[in-house]
């Protein structure tokens, strides 16, 4: 199936590593063009070089961003705008680093979800120039109580949910798609859920086997679900909350 993503533009934030990389290198394999960004100067310029190799006709920039500076957010999107020519795809991807404190929360506020309100906001005129989609990344732990300790990441990654959908009705008159996909664990080399396995294999396995098919997903489960609902192929799908779960949640959805 083409998904009709060759010759896109698109933002990734948060890619250097795990879901984020996933997504950034699957779209690059569909021929569009990607600037991502991420903290640190040396794992954006490595993944760069590394992602450059898998460019199938468009090709990849890169920025040293700090996500809680909502003023570095815009300057990320301004210049990745001029570097591509335009933006038809915004994908928010960076979460901070569940707060065991009150004080961690004000700088996870920053990264989950102003981060996203200010990239939005700057993308949008670039965005509304002919159509495009924005895909937020949530989280199953924002529907259901998932382990202590989290709460900041679970409240605001449900607040990220929250504001992505209700734009849906705000910028879809102006062409502009507004979806988010939701993985539930997702395990990566180096990840979360590597470091659970490693420190905490009871905890593992007993998530391991609330999957109905006994495994995690992978980045790339996540992956190959945002580049079809960036693509032509979803132009009808808009205001809705895709979770990529392998069916770890048990609620049931209508």
């Not at 007993?206 to 997903?217: I, M, Y």
Request: aromatic residues 6%; hydrophobic residues 45%; negative net charge.
């Amino acid at each position: 199936m083409d998904l009709g993503l060759n010759g896109k533009r698109a933002l990734v934030s948060g890619a250097t590593r795990g879901i984020g990389r996933a997504i950034a290198e699957t779209l690059l394999a569909e021929g569009a063009s990607v600037s991502i960004c991420a903290r640190t100067a040396d794992g954006v310029a490595a993944a760069v070089a590394e992602m450059r190799e898998l460019a199938a006709g468009g090709t990849v920039y890169g920025h040293a961003t700090d996500a809680a500076d909502t003023d570095a957010v815009r300057d990320w999107v301004a210049a990745s705008a001029e570097q591509l020519g335009g933006i038809d795809v915004f994908v928010h991807n960076t979460s901070g680093k569940p707060a065991r404190d009150i004080g961690g929360w004000a700088t996870n506020f920053q990264i989950d979800l102003m981060a996203l309100v200010h990239g939005v906001d700057a993308a949008t005129a670039a965005l509304s120039d002919g159509g495009g989609c924005v895909v937020s990344i949530g989280t199953t732990a924002a529907a259901e109580h998932f382990a202590t300790g989290a709460n900041s990441y679970s409240a605001l990654k449900a607040a990220v949910t929250n504001w992505t959908l209700g734009q849906a009705q705000v910028l879809g008159p102006t062409g502009i798609r507004c979806n988010v996909v939701s993985p539930g664990p997702i395990f990566f080399e180096g990840g979360d859920w590597d470091m659970i396995r490693q420190h905490m294999e009871p905890f593992f396995d007993q998530t391991r086997q609330a999957h109905p098919g006994g495994e995690l997903g992978s980045a790339q489960d996540v992956a190959d679900v945002v580049a079809f609902v960036a693509s032509d192929r979803a132009r009808h799908v808009n205001g809705v909350n895709i979770t990529v779960d392998g069916g770890f949640l048990k609620r049931v959805d209508y």
